[in-house]
């Protein structure tokens, strides 16, 4: 006799096991209270090129604004990791999505690489990230500076640095512009069918982050990021995207900051835009 889905339970493969666990369901189906992870964010935004970025929005999307926003973020303390931690390396743009029923000024995630397998296949699979895996270590204090890198098999292909921090109060941090959260596009091959799509729409991880608190803010007074031009045999298979960022022309900092806090979400309120 076959299983049956359950309709109050989370699945993904391999389903035969029963409702998968993850960051919005755990053991015997429960919810995580999400307060007492730690992140590291250390973020700057460099003026581009509208025409360069706007190439890589999907259909829907226009640039709001020509930033490119770098993030590498470092958690510690993963309630639904058993208190485990990873790191995320994030490139996003201002944007607005248009659809035929939903209007949303946000940031769109081009790209998000992280150094765990776990919180890679739940937030593609369940919530639309367009997450792929690289290597992330600790980010390196130097003096007054900090330094973030990213590599897949031993090569380098990204890094940021931030000098000459300032310590400021949360609410003197950079006034960002106004956003109802982060912007994704969905997308999931046909099988045996190029170029055709079982699932592709836009969703939505919006801002709201009840639990989230600042420990500790610095605005740095200069930022420069790179990313590295390279072969197929270096990044087989992320080549494309690397090369892509790496011909973007970064113009002035707009902002750079570095931020430790806690407290954060499930991300059970993700929605489909149409």
């Given amino acids: 006799m076959s299983y049956t889905f359950r309709p109050d339970q989370r699945y993904r493969m391999p389903t035969h096991f029963g409702p998968s666990l993850g960051p919005r369901q755990g053991l015997d189906g429960r919810r995580y209270a999400c307060v007492d992870g730690s992140d590291t964010s250390v973020?700057?935004?460099?003026?581009?090129?509208?025409?360069?970025?706007?190439s890589y929005l999907p259909p829907g999307f226009s640039c709001r604004e020509p930033n490119l926003i770098i993030n590498f973020t470092y958690g510690t303390n993963i309630e639904w990791l058993a208190g485990r931690g990873y790191n995320t390396f994030g490139v996003s743009i201002p944007a607005t999505y248009q659809g035929q029923r939903d209007t949303v000024e946000g940031e769109?995630?081009?790209?998000?690489?992280?150094?765990?397998?776990?919180?890679?296949?739940t937030g593609r699979e369940d919530l639309?990230?367009?997450?792929?895996?690289?290597?992330?270590?600790?980010?390196?204090?130097?003096?007054?500076?900090?330094?973030?890198?990213?590599?897949?098999?031993?090569?380098?292909?990204?890094?940021?640095?931030?000098?000459?921090?300032?310590?400021?109060?949360?609410?003197?941090?950079?006034?960002?512009?106004?956003?109802?959260?982060?912007?994704?596009y969905k997308y999931f091959p046909k099988t045996s069918a190029p170029g055709e799509a079982d699932v592709a729409y836009a969703t939505l991880t919006p801002a709201e982050t009840p639990h989230a608190k600042i420990d500790h803010a610095m605005i740095a007074q200069s930022a420069n990021a790179h990313f590295r031009q390279s072969t197929w045999e270096e990044l087989p298979t992320l080549v494309h995207i690397v090369n892509a960022l790496s011909e973007?022309?970064?113009?002035?900092?707009?902002?750079?900051t570095l931020v430790k806090s806690h407290g954060g979400k499930d991300l059970s309120d993700q929605r489909i835009l149409s």
Avoid at 45 to 52: G, R
Avoid at 248 to 256: F, H, K, N, P, S
């Fill in 248 to 256: 973007l022309t970064l113009g002035d900092c707009v902002a750079a």
């Fill in 108 to 121: 769109f995630l081009l790209v998000l690489w992280e150094n765990m397998a776990d919180p890679i296949i």
């Fill in 128 to 184: 639309g990230f367009s997450k792929v895996y690289c290597e992330l270590p600790e980010p390196q204090f130097i003096s007054d500076d900090v330094i973030c890198r990213a590599s897949w098999d031993g090569c380098q292909f990204a890094s940021i640095k931030l000098s000459n921090f300032k310590e400021v109060l949360p609410e003197a941090l950079p006034e960002p512009p106004p956003s109802e959260g982060l912007l994704h």
């Fill in 43 to 54: 973020q700057a935004a460099f003026k581009v090129q509208p025409e360069q970025v706007s």
